[in-house]
């Protein structure tokens, strides 16, 4: 059991995090830098995000969708604590370090949420849940922290981080849709769609999104210089 645990839990999104990796033309990151987000910016991001669900208005409010209000900022702030330095300014590289802490993230989270299933509920519940849990797994923390981490380095583009680097909209726009995602996503909004509709759905935004910065990047790879960070992002 605890073997499918892992394997079930850890598959799907530590494959994603080696996808974004490769799609890193750069290739200035080392494997074992984004396998030690995987592991740490995961662990950090939980921890971050049981923190802040220490305030209990979001979820008194919006119940199961408050974790969007939540989760994304921890997440984000494990990005920016382990991997924010001068030497990786490329959008794609916050594209594949959001990638790996994300991928981190769901990994534990689903581990967690297995353990608990199967304890409570028995070993056929979990194995659903894992099944479940690793199909739609491209689909969610992913892709989400992918695009908040590459919205950020987008604005900052190496440099400092200050409050008109959150306040830019380039970086703003980007991220309040990666939390509406996960506001619908944990809502029962569209949950009469079949087959898992309402995930592909809410997936497939997500996905347009991050291939958008992920050949932007590739633009500026081509043109072998960054663009100048935004004047908001100086402020």
């Known amino acids: 059991i605890p073997g499918l645990i892992i ?3 850890f598959a799907a999104p530590l494959a994603m995090a080696v996808f974004f990796f490769e799609c890193n033309q750069l290739q200035n990151i080392s494997l074992y830098l984004v396998l030690k987000l995987f592991v740490w910016g995961g662990i950090l991001g939980i ?29 984000l702030a494990a990005v920016i604590l382990l991997a924010h330095r001068s030497r990786y300014p490329w959008t794609l590289n916050g594209l594949c370090f959001g990638a790996a802490v994300g991928a981190g993230f769901a990994a534990f989270e689903s581990a967690g949420y297995a353990l608990s299933i199967a304890l409570t509920q028995g070993t056929d519940a979990m194995h659903e849940n894992l099944f ?5 797994s491209p689909f969610a923390h992913v892709v989400w922290t992918a695009i908040a981490a590459a919205a950020l380095w987008r604005v900052s583009r190496g440099g400092p981080l200050t409050m008109g680097s959150f306040r830019n909209w380039r970086f703003l726009s980007p991220f309040l849709l990666v939390v509406a995602l996960h506001f619908i996503w ?7 769609i079949p087959f898992f509709g ?28 960054l663009p100048a960070p935004t004047p908001m992002a100086k402020t």
């Open 7 to 9: 394997t079930g839990s």
């Open 47 to 75: 921890v971050l995000s049981l923190v802040l669900f220490e305030v209990d208005w979001p979820t008194a409010l919006f119940g199961a969708s408050a974790a969007a209000l939540i989760e994304e900022p921890g997440k």
């Open 132 to 136: 479940v849990r690793g199909f739609l």
């Open 186 to 192: 944990n809502s029962t909004f569209l949950d009469g």
């Open 198 to 225: 309402k995930y592909l759905l809410l997936g497939a935004v997500a996905w347009m999104v991050a291939f958008g910065f992920l050949f932007g990047g590739f633009r500026e790879v081509s043109k072998g210089q």
